[in-house]
């Protein structure tokens, strides 16, 4: 079965500083993988996603997430956080039918 | 319909009794998760459906639980003889095809204390 691993449950960033939230997962047997926002009092959203191709995969609102088959990891990143990146992140990675979700990173940006 | 839509969105209920979660998902999406969040646990998968039927059921977590889809739309969660490690917050989600592509769409959730 696949898993992901997400090390960090809390990462306290100041505004405007860069961020990374680290994802690692469990196979590189066809690995398909996943970031899901969820702001505050908010259902979970889609961010991004990596299916095959290009290792990077960049969202519209400025994260983008790299696939590294070395390190089995699928870290996120934004070089430049707002106050409204508040929320809670959730890597997942395909098992099957489903997904599966890492335990989730807070973020807090912090003025 | 637009989204994903999940009720009641906050249920409160004592401990003992059994409480029916709904969930409508996206019109024309065959497949159907729900999951369990719990503070700090992350997103638990209970059970997908493929149109009325559920290949995979193996995240339920006793025999209180158990769910069913009809007309390949509605989904009822049913928890029996609910328990206070039962709180929670109950997400549905679907999907169009193949989930390696689409991703899911998530509802809002329900949140269930159990008092």
Redesign the interface.
């Given at each position: 079965a696949q898993s992901v691993t997400q090390l960090d449950s809390q990462v306290p960033v100041f505004e405007e500083a860069p961020v990374e939230l680290r994802c690692n997962y469990s196979s590189s047997v066809s690995v398909y993988l996943f970031w899901y926002v969820q702001y505050p009092n908010q259902g979970l959203q889609l961010l991004l996603k990596y299916l095959s191709g290009s290792t990077l995969v960049e969202s519209i609102n400025g994260f983008e997430a790299e696939f590294n088959k070395s390190q089995t990891s699928f870290h996120l990143r934004k070089p430049s956080v707002h106050i409204s990146d508040t929320a809670e992140y959730f890597c997942a990675v395909k098992d099957g039918n489903k997904l599966v979700f890492g335990a989730g990173t807070i973020l807090r940006v912090k003025s | 319909g637009a989204g994903?839509s999940q009720s009641p969105s906050n249920k409160v209920t004592e401990k003992g009794k059994d409480v029916e979660l709904r969930c409508d998902p996206i019109s024309g999406h065959t497949?159907l998760?729900w999951?369990r969040q719990s503070l700090?646990?992350?997103?638990e998968?209970l059970i997908?459906f493929?149109g009325n039927s559920a290949?995979?059921k193996s995240g339920l977590p006793s025999d209180r639980f158990s769910a069913e889809r009809t007309g390949g739309s509605v989904s009822t969660l049913t928890i029996q003889r609910t328990q206070q490690e039962d709180s929670a917050v109950y997400?549905c989600?679907s999907s169009l095809g193949q989930?390696?592509?689409m991703?899911?769409?998530?509802?809002?959730?329900t949140r269930l204390t159990v008092v």
């Open positions: - | 994903v497949a998760y999951y700090g646990q992350g997103l998968f997908y493929q290949p995979d997400l989600a989930v390696r592509l991703g899911y769409t998530f509802g809002s959730g």
